[in-house]
């Protein structure tokens, strides 16, 4: 039983904390009337959606950056093509309800006079292939970029700056209209998802009710993958790859294969993140993005799972806080913080309590021992 | 995604260099250059079964170079490596030339700091390599007393929880040599195991060199030259990219040509 416990470690606290919360949610907005002191705005509900969203992207993050030591600034890429996937799903779900009226094709086609879809839009309509592309196109970006990169050992920072220049890449493309992905205005005006309405609230909670669990499955896959002897091979080559390759492992096929699962996760926090915004457009490429995605992982703990999720939400909530009050000094707040923590907390918010509880615990030592 | 099937990875474990000649390496005519500097210049040399061989040179002689020319990180220019008389290892890549069964120790000790000494051990046992086996393997009891069996041999039985950089410098030399042992290889090529040991230290990794060959074959490069006095049977030396002399100690140190270029500089000390 003991053996057990430790070996899901903080597995039953973090889906235990996410089921509380999404019941919490739920009741609240749908049982109490609006006014009530215990009533949940369908706002916060989509507010706090987003978050989970991000929280899952972090664990992608993370997983690449905290365990195998991959710097990629450009996991944004893999977020916004999920998105655009679940996007294009969302805009043939309008049907003839556009400006235009077109069954067929959304708006932004028949604004450039496009007379048929595009061969990529084939079979856009339906939602299990949507699905399926949401981790397929993301998957499939990182393994040509991670076989490419890690078979001609690219590592480091000449890596890192690789990662961003293949988003910005991306989000150069999708500006343009002819990508046929609706360019500088992206995917938006949804209406239903599965012929729910999207302005629902039921919908809301179930998209926060399902983001919250696709977080609890990633952090399962996550946990399993890193507590694996896989995953300590993926650590030991963090540590030390020359000497993982010496030992008889091939590191870049474990660092291919580590970076495809990253990004099928985030391509997954992208698909849900795009039915509860509203929108998806070229800006989620762009390199800044990406960026903000590693300073969540460090602020929360690079290599603690749950840190990355504390992180992710931590900072996703200070922005929204900070933006609105005076929303130009965010990003030096954003600055201020990454450099604080990486000077106090070099392993992140998930790195401080253990530190206070070792030092609590050598205090009361010194206590028995005087 | 990169799946790699179980069985076409074991196949280098099943390669058996044939040593019927009583030779289990061969670097035949070897050279390598970098940037017209000529690292290694028409080297050749063979490594007997079992034996223990020890390396010697000053730096630059080349030493680190056919170390890597072996295991397959530098690629000669011209030559011939091969395990045994038909295992070409230049048509291999280095982890496929370790799990052939060729064991390497670096200059540097470098062991996974962040792992356990037994996660260590662990990651280096012979095996399936390959993700999908790993991502889902368990210890079995056999290769947990195998692991047991090696903390005995290199003597961190005591330490076998403990993360591994925070072992003092001799036992990550050790914890190395341990790695080595676990892939159970037939051709370990240790690079200066004693740089930096005290002088106990150096005794006990000197009996446990000495203890492997036999088994297996060991080929030592060092620059103590007390350490190689210590447990030499026969030296190689190396100057500027070929083999200058080869015998045993006392040969190598009343040949003329040796104590010029190499033993020279320390008796003028």
Same mark, same amino acid.
């Given at each position: 039983?003991?053996?057990?416990?430790?070996?899901?470690?903080?597995?039953?606290?973090?889906? %235990? *904390?996410?089921?509380?919360?999404?019941?919490?949610?739920?009741? *609240?907005?749908?049982?109490?009337?609006?006014? !009530?002191?215990?009533? =949940? !705005?369908?706002?916060?509900?989509?507010?706090?959606?987003?978050?989970?969203?991000?929280?899952?992207?972090?664990?992608?993050?993370?997983?690449?950056?905290?365990?195998?030591?991959?710097?990629?600034?450009?996991?944004?890429?893999?977020?916004?093509?999920?998105?655009?996937?679940?996007?294009?799903?969302?805009?043939?779900?309008?049907?003839? #309800?556009?400006?235009?009226?077109?069954?067929?094709?959304?708006?932004?086609? +028949?604004?450039?006079?496009?007379?048929?879809?595009?061969?990529?839009?084939?079979?856009?309509?339906?939602?299990?292939?949507?699905?399926?592309?949401?981790?397929?196109?993301?998957?499939?970006?990182?393994?040509?970029?991670?076989?490419?990169?890690?078979?001609?050992?690219?590592?480091?920072?000449?890596?890192?700056?690789?990662?961003?220049?293949?988003?910005?890449?991306?989000?150069?493309?999708?500006?343009?209209?002819?990508?046929?992905?609706?360019?500088?205005?992206?995917?938006?005006?949804?209406?239903?998802?599965? %012929?729910?309405?999207?302005?629902?609230?039921?919908?809301?909670?179930?998209?926060?009710?399902?983001?919250?669990?696709?977080?609890?499955?990633?952090?399962?896959?996550?946990?399993?993958?890193?507590?694996?002897?896989?995953?300590?091979? +993926?650590?030991?080559?963090?540590?030390?790859?020359? #000497?993982?390759?010496?030992?008889?492992?091939?590191?870049?096929?474990?660092?291919?294969?580590?970076?495809?699962?990253?990004?099928?996760?985030?391509?997954?926090?992208?698909?849900?993140?795009?039915?509860?915004?509203?929108?998806?457009?070229?800006?989620?490429?762009?390199?800044?993005?990406?960026?903000?995605?590693?300073?969540?992982?460090?602020?929360?703990?690079?290599?603690?799972?749950?840190?990355?999720?504390?992180?992710?939400?931590?900072?996703?909530?200070?922005?929204?806080?900070?933006?609105?009050?005076?929303?130009?000094?965010?990003?030096?707040?954003?600055?201020?913080?990454?450099?604080?923590?990486?000077?106090?907390?070099?392993? %992140?918010?998930?790195?401080?309590?253990?530190?206070?509880?070792? #030092?609590?615990?050598?205090?009361?030592?010194?206590?028995?021992?005087? | 995604?990169?799946?790699?099937?179980?069985?076409?990875?074991? @196949?280098?474990?099943?390669?058996?260099?044939?040593?019927?000649?009583?030779?289990?390496?061969?670097?035949?005519? +070897?050279?390598?250059?970098?940037?017209?500097?000529?690292?290694?210049?028409?080297?050749?040399?063979?490594?007997?079964?079992?034996?223990?061989?020890?390396?010697?040179?000053?730096?630059?002689?080349?030493?680190?170079?056919?170390?890597?020319?072996?295991?397959?990180?530098?690629?000669?220019?011209?030559?011939?490596?091969?395990?045994?008389?038909?295992?070409?290892?230049?048509?291999?890549?280095?982890?496929?030339?370790?799990?052939?069964?060729?064991?390497?120790?670096?200059?540097?000790?470098?062991?996974?700091?962040?792992?356990?000494?037994?996660?260590?051990?662990?990651?280096?046992?012979?095996?399936?390599?390959?993700?999908?086996?790993?991502?889902?393997?368990?210890?079995?009891?056999?290769?947990?007393? @195998?692991?047991?069996?090696?903390?005995?041999?290199?003597?961190?039985?005591?330490? *076998?929880?403990?993360?591994? %950089?925070?072992?003092?410098?001799?036992?990550?030399?050790?914890?190395?040599?341990?790695?080595?042992?676990?892939?159970?290889? #037939?051709?370990?090529? =240790?690079?200066?195991?004693?740089?930096?040991?005290?002088?106990?230290?150096?005794?006990?990794?000197?009996?446990?060199?000495?203890?492997?060959?036999?088994?297996?074959?060991?080929?030592?490069?060092?620059?103590?030259?007390?350490?190689?006095?210590?447990?030499?049977?026969?030296?190689?030396?190396?100057?500027?990219? !070929?083999?200058?002399?080869?015998?045993?100690?006392?040969?190598?140190?009343?040949?003329?040509?040796?104590?010029?270029?190499?033993?020279? @500089?320390?008796?003028?000390?």
């Amino acid at each position: 039983m003991a053996d057990l416990l430790k070996k899901l470690g903080s597995l039953p606290v973090v889906v %235990g *904390c996410l089921f509380i919360t999404t019941l919490y949610v739920s009741v *609240c907005n749908l049982a109490f009337p609006e006014g !009530s002191a215990l009533h =949940v !705005s369908t706002y916060t509900v989509t507010l706090f959606g987003k978050y989970l969203c991000y929280a899952l992207l972090a664990l992608a993050v993370d997983l690449v950056w905290g365990y195998c030591g991959i710097l990629s600034l450009g996991h944004g890429a893999f977020f916004a093509l999920g998105g655009y996937a679940m996007g294009m799903y969302l805009m043939r779900q309008i049907g003839d #309800r556009g400006v235009y009226g077109n069954p067929e094709l959304p708006d932004f086609m +028949v604004f450039l006079n496009w007379d048929a879809l595009p061969w990529y839009w084939a079979g856009s309509d339906s939602f299990i292939w949507m699905m399926i592309m949401v981790v397929a196109a993301p998957g499939l970006l990182a393994y040509i970029f991670g076989s490419m990169a890690f078979r001609s050992r690219v590592s480091g920072v000449y890596l890192s700056i690789m990662t961003q220049a293949v988003t910005y890449a991306f989000m150069l493309a999708f500006f343009r209209n002819e990508m046929g992905f609706g360019g500088n205005n992206g995917l938006t005006d949804f209406k239903d998802i599965l %012929g729910f309405s999207l302005q629902s609230n039921t919908t809301r909670i179930a998209l926060f009710a399902a983001t919250a669990t696709f977080l609890a499955i990633g952090f399962a896959i996550c946990h399993f993958i890193v507590n694996s002897k896989m995953g300590r091979v +993926v650590t030991a080559i963090r540590d030390s790859e020359n #000497r993982v390759r010496f030992i008889g492992y091939k590191p870049e096929n474990y660092k291919v294969w580590i970076f495809v699962v990253s990004a099928m996760l985030a391509g997954i926090a992208g698909a849900l993140y795009v039915p509860q915004v509203g929108i998806i457009n070229p800006g989620e490429f762009s390199p800044l993005n990406s960026i903000e995605m590693v300073v969540w992982v460090a602020i929360g703990g690079r290599g603690s799972l749950y840190g990355a999720i504390i992180g992710a939400i931590v900072v996703s909530y200070a922005k929204t806080r900070f933006t609105a009050i005076m929303p130009e000094a965010w990003l030096y707040a954003l600055g201020g913080l990454f450099v604080l923590v990486t000077l106090l907390l070099p392993k %992140g918010i998930a790195g401080f309590f253990p530190t206070i509880a070792a #030092r609590f615990n050598q205090k009361k030592l010194a206590e028995v021992k005087s | 995604m990169s799946r790699e099937a179980g069985s076409p990875l074991l @196949e280098e474990e099943n390669i058996k260099p044939d040593t019927r000649h009583g030779v289990i390496l061969y670097v035949e005519d +070897v050279s390598v250059s970098f940037d017209g500097f000529k690292a290694l210049n028409d080297l050749s040399l063979y490594i007997n079964d079992g034996e223990l061989r020890c390396l010697i040179g000053a730096n630059g002689a080349g030493k680190t170079t056919l170390m890597d020319v072996i295991t397959g990180k530098t690629r000669p220019d011209v030559g011939k490596v091969s395990f045994g008389q038909q295992v070409n290892l230049l048509e291999m890549d280095e982890a496929q030339i370790a799990r052939a069964g060729i064991g390497r120790k670096f200059q540097k000790p470098t062991v996974f700091e962040n792992l356990t000494v037994f996660e260590n051990l662990e990651l280096s046992l012979h095996g399936d390599k390959g993700i999908w086996a790993n991502l889902f393997h368990k210890l079995s009891g056999e290769q947990s007393d @195998e692991i047991a069996q090696i903390l005995h041999t290199i003597g961190l039985v005591g330490e *076998c929880n403990m993360q591994a %950089g925070a072992l003092s410098h001799g036992q990550k030399q050790w914890l190395e040599i341990g790695m080595l042992l676990a892939a159970k290889p #037939r051709l370990l090529l =240790v690079d200066e195991p004693v740089a930096g040991m005290t002088a106990q230290e150096t005794e006990r990794t000197a009996e446990l060199l000495t203890s492997l060959a036999g088994d297996h074959s060991v080929v030592v490069v060092e620059h103590d030259m007390a350490f190689v006095r210590s447990i030499a049977r026969k030296v190689t030396v190396l100057h500027q990219g !070929s083999v200058l002399a080869e015998g045993s100690m006392s040969e190598i140190q009343s040949n003329p040509e040796v104590v010029r270029v190499y033993l020279g @500089e320390e008796t003028g000390e």
